[in-house]
T-cell receptor, first 114, second 113 residues
Framework: DTAVSQTPKYLVTQMGNDKSIKCEQN?????MYWYKQDSKKFLKIMFS???????INETVPNRFSPKSPDKAHLNLHINSLELGDSAVYFC?????????????FGQGTRLTVV | GENVEQHPSTLSVQEGDSAVIKCTYS??????FPWYKQELGKGPQLIID?????GEKKDQRIAVTLNKTAKHFSLHITETQPEDSAVYFC????????????FGTGTKLQVIP
């Protein structure tokens, strides 16, 4: 059983299109995240949701909109895609209860904008 | 906010040798320091972590040390094997949950057979 699964694994699309990446976790965690990893492997947090509530919203263009229908899902919708959006996007989850705990990452979605 | 620096960015070692990766952090409120290993085509995976009330932690061939005064922590891998080849990330997080974790810039470790 995959703990954190995200789809699709690869996404190639043209500039200006709108696309979504889906993420689901079956660990019962209360917090989910979206990270962006650029070509230099830098990992930067984009969003964090705790019990469906937005906790962190880093400096991300408002073309990126996360949606959490329930604790087990956090989807990422991107409008008007740009070349610079090309990267690997990782979903992650953890259980936050006052003590820092391990984050579990999905396999990543490689987004290529052409 | 927190700033985590990680060195070196690339590291090549002969199989069987040791590898050391060093990180420094800026926020004295950080009290949780995980290390992640990212293999090609996969997401990062936790390999070891340390909390600020501990100076050293070991798990088989992997050990992590923490110097709170100097605000630096290190990952030590002994008897390296080809399967240790990956990108390693350090991270720092203040108390109160995972939400504010800051990752280092990553170290690409290559173990040469």
């Amino acid at each position: 059983d995959t703990a954190v699964s995200q789809t699709p694994k690869y996404l190639v699309t043209q500039m200006g299109n709108d696309k979504s990446i889906k993420c689901e976790q079956n660990l019962g965690h209360d917090t989910m995240y979206w990270y962006k990893q650029d070509s230099k492997k830098f990992l930067k947090i984009m969003f964090s949701y705790n019990n469906k509530e937005l906790i962190i919203n880093e400096t991300v263009p408002n073309r990126f909109s996360p949606k959490s229908p329930d604790k087990a899902h956090l989807n990422l919708h991107i409008n008007s895609l740009e070349l610079g959006d090309s990267a690997v996007y990782f979903c992650a989850s953890s259980q936050v209860s006052g003590v820092n705990t391990e984050a579990f990452f999905g396999q990543g979605t490689r987004l290529t904008v052409v | 906010g927190e700033n985590v620096e990680q060195h070196p960015s690339t590291l090549s070692v002969q199989e069987g040798d040791s590898a050391v990766i060093k990180c420094t952090y800026s926020d004295s409120a950080s009290n949780y320091f995980p290390w992640y290993k990212q293999e090609l085509g996969k997401g990062p995976q936790l390999i070891i972590d340390i909390r600020s009330n501990v100076g050293e932690k070991k798990d088989q061939r992997i050990a992590v040390t923490l110097n709170k005064t100097a605000k630096h922590f290190s990952l030590h891998i002994t008897e390296t094997q080809p399967e240790d080849s990956a990108v390693y990330f350090c991270a720092a997080n203040p108390s109160g949950g995972y939400q504010k974790v800051t990752f280092g810039t990553g170290t690409k470790l290559q173990v040469i057979p």
